[in-house]
């Protein structure tokens, strides 16, 4: 997995997956906690460091509104991993 996380690269189509790949179990506690994903689908704007800017659609509020914001690449998964 993290292999994958190295060849994000702009342009890449990602969800948020907070827990950063946790396990099941962990994952409702994490859940619990309050840790739920900002949003299905983003697209990767920029990469610094371990940080990628991605711009999505916010889908933790009632009205979902287009962002653009900083996220862990920890904190990120590819749509597809296919590649």
Same mark, same amino acid.
């Given at each position: 997995?993290?292999? /994958?996380? %190295?060849?994000?690269?702009?342009?890449? +189509? =990602?969800?948020?997956?907070?827990?950063?790949?946790?396990?099941?179990? #962990? @994952?409702?506690?994490?859940?619990?906690?309050?840790?739920?994903?900002?949003?299905?689908?983003?697209? /990767?704007? %920029?990469?610094?460091?371990?940080?990628? +800017? =991605?711009?999505?659609?916010?889908?933790?509020?009632?009205?979902?509104? #287009? @962002?653009?914001?900083?996220?862990?690449?920890?904190?990120?998964?590819?749509?597809?991993?296919?590649?």
């Amino acid at each position: 997995m993290k292999k /994958i996380k %190295e060849r994000m690269r702009a342009g890449d +189509l =990602v969800k948020h997956d907070p827990t950063g790949g946790a396990q099941a179990s #962990l @994952k409702d506690i994490f859940e619990d906690w309050g840790w739920m994903p900002d949003f299905c689908h983003g697209i /990767i704007l %920029e990469i610094k460091g371990d940080h990628a +800017l =991605v711009h999505c659609l916010d889908n933790n509020t009632t009205v979902p509104y #287009l @962002k653009t914001d900083w996220y862990e690449i920890s904190h990120l998964r590819h749509i597809d991993e296919t590649r």
